[in-house]
């Protein structure tokens, strides 16, 4: 009796899905697995320990991972509202435009082209209180007569944190919402007109609602990126000082391989990664939602 012959598709498909295994499935695996163990680096038996829900229960109780999360809810918030505005701005300047809209585009991905390790360099040499650019400016333009700490000072320095994020994601918002202001029929915009409303009613009205879906995307992309930020904050502060810009993953980065304590870190990181989804699913159903009151207006 012959063995069955693979068809070529799953002939096809076997490699990459060993390789997607090997580099994602068992990595998962093993890294939920710890998470319900005392592993400990410093101890490699100890990865065999299963202590069942001990980490999680743990974690419930714990006053610096709930600090790191409201930590990182704030930057959130902060980040994403100021950034659809600047975004929402940059947008419309560019769409109204008459010449030179391709290299206006092309200067507004300008930032997305940086990695988040050099942007935290980049502001982390600006916000120097002795050498930075912000403080060369401010005294120079006599706003200051001493150096200001932006990086030593906790409220200061999630400033700094905020503008450097702010800086490097807006073109995300403003490349999604200039698509939406691309892709609208101009006859509401005309109809507006006529019926004698003003810009602000325009906008108000006919244009934000068309471009709402597009600002929903852009926020939930731009939410998994901040509620897993690490680069720019491991950069600038470290988490400090005395861990006032402490965010969730670098809490989980400190908590693995600062105390070694990877069990633990990985509860952190599912808890974590549980409180993202949240948050995605939040901005779906506000993106269907308004994708639903297009179909009906529209």
Do not use: H
Request: charged residues 15%.
């Amino acid at each position: 009796m012959k063995a069955p012959r693979l068809s070529a598709p799953v002939l096809l498909l076997t490699p990459a899905v060993i390789v997607l295994a090997a580099v994602v499935l068992v990595p998962l695996a093993l890294s939920l697995y710890s998470s319900f163990t005392s592993f400990r680096l410093t101890r490699p038996a100890s990865f065999f320990n299963v202590i069942w829900f001990d980490n999680y229960l743990s974690i419930l109780t714990n006053w610096d991972f709930w600090v790191a999360f409201g930590r990182t809810v704030l930057l959130l918030t902060v980040a994403l509202n100021l950034e659809m505005l600047l975004g929402l701005g940059l947008a419309m300047l560019v769409e109204r435009a008459t010449r030179g809209q391709r290299v206006l585009r092309t200067l507004m991905m300008f930032p997305m082209m940086f990695s988040p390790i050099l942007v935290g360099f980049q502001f982390k040499f600006m916000f120097n209180d002795n050498v930075g650019v912000v403080n060369n400016a401010l005294q120079s333009l006599g706003l200051t007569d001493a150096a200001i700490p932006w990086l030593i000072d906790g409220t200061l320095a999630f400033i700094a944190i905020s503008i450097a994020e702010i800086w490097s994601s807006t073109s995300v918002f403003a490349i999604l919402i200039l698509a939406g202001l691309l892709a609208m029929p101009k006859e509401p915009i005309e109809a507006a007109r006529v019926d004698g409303c003003t810009p602000w009613q325009t906008f108000r009205y006919v244009t934000w609602p068309f471009v709402m879906p597009f600002a929903y995307i852009a926020m939930t992309i731009r939410s998994l990126d901040v509620a897993r930020a690490y680069d720019i904050v491991k950069i600038m502060t470290d988490g400090g000082p005395a861990g006032r810009t402490e965010l969730l993953w670098t809490l989980v980065g400190r908590t693995a391989y600062g105390d070694a304590r990877m069990g633990m870190a990985n509860a952190m990181a599912y808890v974590s990664i549980l409180l993202s989804i949240a948050f995605t699913y939040y901005f779906f159903r506000k993106l269907a939602a308004a994708r639903t009151q297009i179909g009906a207006e529209w």
